[in-house]
């Protein structure tokens, strides 16, 4: 009882503060972030020795950390010094975990302000007892954030002590454990390549990356599985849908570049298999990649394009349409061919305002990578699929890069920046952004048929 | 009353010869029109002297024509004798105005197994008495289209007489009037690119066009509107959103390609007026081109791309997922940006099952195209664009080319034809396939939330 009472005061205090909605708290909030963390970097003492930084560059690199996507302008392991490094790192972890905290936030607290019958669905459906019990949430998840982070430190410092000084090792545990469980696409040492075939790096790698990835709730349900023995329904859907596309992904990467000698063809069967699962897990939000995506095939770029597009779950570290969106379009899709007339999944039912509101988010990140993708047509020399997976990667603040951002135009890294910051937000917070008011319905318009096909 | 008999008793006739589904029907009678093309146009007599043809270019071509898609292997108008370009005009009417007649049957035949309401929302939806009077719909339309080839065909062989003998003029005349209104893209005069800044000679094709393209119930309307006074709903859908494609498209091909000396660039601002619009109108299932598709920037290809995809009206000449199923997702987005329960249209209440409908459709129609492309990104060495161009004008059955298929593979070419096949029937009827029997539920699930954003 004491806990709910200060948990509301805390909200009602911050929304006091700001007059503004959750939405413009985050918006406002993220542009805090990226313009501290864009003065900080500008700093002569965020400079190795010998290189220098434009302010665009900066802004670039603040903004692609505080976003967690990980494309990057300017080296990050030569380019930044310790300082630098850890300015970045803050960005990472607040742009990371910060941010997934404060959206689930705003999730779970549509609870306050909807009808009994509906708390009770979203109470049940989330394993949550909505706006009571925030605080906690959120207090337990930010500890096991650190503990997942600490343990993947050690794990990784200890990989790195056979090839580096203890300290440097620690260092380099430190970084990449938080950069990868944030999904950052963040690394200090120039790229993943020579640890392609690195069975224990792998490993490690995508489980940090995986439970980045399914955000908050999932999170949350998955640390009090051994005690409640059940997973909520959204839970459910995050995980297995996850897992399909995961499985997809990596079966899809492993044929595709079975045979070509610029990226897997040279590997033995066991190490492409390594590779494709590490590629799969990776790309719909991750970023760190332990193959050259500028020598995929055609035919793989533009899968993983899709695959970015869909991205992580909600209130994650990762960005896209999300999965749970994908999921809600699927099963709608079987409704149909099944002849049914509710969307169902998992023996619940999906609300039509749920679908409706699927096919926003949808529409709204389909509208923002294609207008980007046109943008960049005009204002960058270069192919087509490198501008339409650059824009992807960004707009699913994944970071894989084509080869795009590196030859960008002053023009083409402003387009990439806003990408990365409305990739961030995620197309749904963009849609409540757009919304009037919700009126309530007072009349009915009688029905009308349109034929379709 | 005896009207209704006679109807009734055909199509039952017609499901017991066939012991199949109306779908079954327009699958295997498509395929046996595609069958009987293809022979016809082996035999030597529709050869042009001194020419050859391939059965695997035979059965592209006629693939092409009975799909009204218009992407060619071989030049039409050199390639062919007279008797072998009469055979790929009745192919093209058949395709045409015959496989429009079919699905709109189909359509209003739906209303045979509904429910009282459900038949009365039918009605008054679409100004059609249901099943009832479907004869005489499909007379009055049969006869209509004939009359506007007609007049297409004296427009055309009037304005050709001024460079070509009569005869000539008048089987030119013929043949194009045929091939525009049935949007099919073939033509006989190698290209209408000389064409670009012909006023009189654009005027006519966007309205054969655009006539053609708008559909069954559409042209029933309209050639019904001075009598009646009123639109159907799902005519005010069609028009006001073709309208707006039409235009927004002509305005972004201007802009785009005002300063492309290979396409516009040389034009006077007029005839980038007069050429943008027509290649808009022409762009969602024509494929009648006074510009060459090759040389328009990579943005205006993709933007292309997005407006191929989308298509033309169901029940029409044209292909795409339908303007229609657009136009739904297009509300369903604004219901959730207004904060509203239901999807309208034009004051009309869109069900939820037509709105799942219309995702399923998407859903089929990105599956089909997606996959071919990922498949012919293999299988041909072409840039990107350039394939994805390729299959998303052979799913909508436009015809447009970037390229590709003058270069196909006999693999190539064997997915292309594929593709113009299951463009033609569409997505919707594909997933009316692949639907098992509507079962009546049962039981509805409690309902469940999942997170979006
Ligand atoms: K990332
Ligand atoms: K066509």
Chains 1, 2 share one sequence.
Request: hydrophobic letters at 50%.
């Amino acid at each position: 009882m004491r806990e709910k009472e200060t948990s509301g005061s805390v909200l009602r205090k911050r929304t006091l503060i700001t007059r503004g909605s959750p939405q413009q708290v985050l918006v406002f909030g993220f542009a805090l972030l990226v313009a501290v963390g864009t003065l900080l970097l500008c700093l002569p003492i965020s400079i190795a020795e010998g290189h220098t930084l434009s302010f665009h560059n900066a802004l670039f690199t603040a903004t692609s950390a505080a976003s967690v996507t990980g494309l990057v302008v300017v080296d990050t392991g030569t380019t930044f010094s310790y300082f630098g490094q850890a300015v970045l790192l803050l960005l990472i972890q607040a742009g990371g975990i910060g941010f997934m905290t404060l959206t689930t936030m705003i999730a779970l607290m549509i609870g306050k302000k909807i009808s009994f019958r509906e708390r009770l669905v979203l109470k049940e459906s989330l394993n949550q007892n909505s706006t009571e019990g925030i605080v906690r949430l959120i207090r337990k998840v930010i500890l096991y954030s650190l503990v997942i982070e600490a343990a993947g430190t050690v794990l990784l410092a200890l990989h790195w002590m056979e090839e580096m000084p203890p300290g440097k090792a620690l260092y380099h545990g430190l970084f990449h454990a938080v950069s990868i469980f944030n999904n950052s696409g963040f690394d200090i040492i120039g790229g993943f390549a020579p640890y392609v075939g690195d069975f224990y790096f792998n490993v490690v790698s995508i489980v940090l990356i995986f439970l980045g990835s399914v955000g908050f709730i999932v999170l949350s349900d998955l640390i009090d599985y051994p005690k409640n023995r059940k997973l909520s329904l959204h839970s459910k859907v995050v995980l297995s849908f996850s897992g399909v596309l995961i499985a997809v992904g990596a079966v899809i990467i492993f044929i595709f570049e079975f045979t070509n000698a610029a990226s897997t063809g040279a590997l033995t069967v066991a190490e492409k298999l390594l590779s494709s699962l590490f590629q799969s897990t990776s790309l719909r939000s991750s970023g760190t990649s332990t193959l050259d995506i500028q020598s995929l095939r055609q035919a793989t770029q533009f899968f993983m394009v899709i695959m970015m597009f869909i991205g992580a779950s909600p209130g994650s570290t990762g960005g896209g349409i999300k999965v749970t969106t994908f999921a809600i379009m699927t099963a709608a899709f079987v409704t149909m061919v099944r002849g049914k007339q509710d969307v169902d999944l998992f023996r619940s039912r999906i609300s039509k305002d749920l679908v409706y509101k699927a096919i926003t988010v949808m529409f709204v990140g389909l509208f923002i990578v294609v207008s980007a993708t046109i943008i960049l047509s005009f204002s960058e020399n270069q192919p087509f699929l490198t501008v339409l997976y650059e824009t992807t990667s960004a707009f699913g603040t994944v970071g894989f890069s084509a080869g795009l951002t590196s030859q960008l135009t002053v023009f083409g890294k402003t387009v990439m920046i806003l990408l990365m910051f409305a990739g961030r937000l995620g197309p749904f917070t963009i849609a409540l952004a757009l919304q009037s008011k919700a009126k309530k319905d007072l009349y009915r318009y009688p029905e009308g048929k349109i034929i379709l096909g």
